[in-house]
């Protein structure tokens, strides 16, 4: 299990990035393959190195993009590794030292 997403939602996020980010954006070559519940196959078509800010803090992604409509998916193994843990009760995940609020859709997303 790997983060992932699909070539819009990268397009989107790029072209979101202020330039002093955009020019932090790396590429990698990558053949991983990605299997969705739909049962479907997918290549990956390399890896992207993202500057992100979650909180205060500026943090990498690196990323496998695949050629469907999916967003960004964070692997459990990822978020595990960088110490992540989200509070349902409380709506709040820890990351880094910070406690952050969970953005939750109408639907409970």
């Known amino acids: 299990s790997r983060t992932v997403c699909g070539h819009a939602w990268l397009k989107i996020f790029l072209e979101s990035l ?12 990558s053949n991983r393959i990605f299997k969705f519940g739909d049962g479907n196959n997918f290549r990956s078509e390399g890896v992207v190195l993202i500057p992100a800010v979650i909180g205060t ?8 993009v695949v050629n469907t409509d999916i967003p960004l998916l964070f692997s459990r193994n990822s978020l595990k590794k960088a110490g992540m843990s989200i509070d349902f009760e409380k709506d709040t ?3 880094l030292e910070q406690v952050l609020p969970l953005g939750v859709t109408s639907t409970g997303h």
Do not use: A, C, G, K
């Open 18 to 29: 202020p330039s002093h980010l955009s020019n932090r954006v790396q590429r990698r070559s």
């Open 93 to 95: 995940v820890s990351f």
């Open 57 to 64: 803090r500026l943090i990498t992604i690196e990323v496998d």
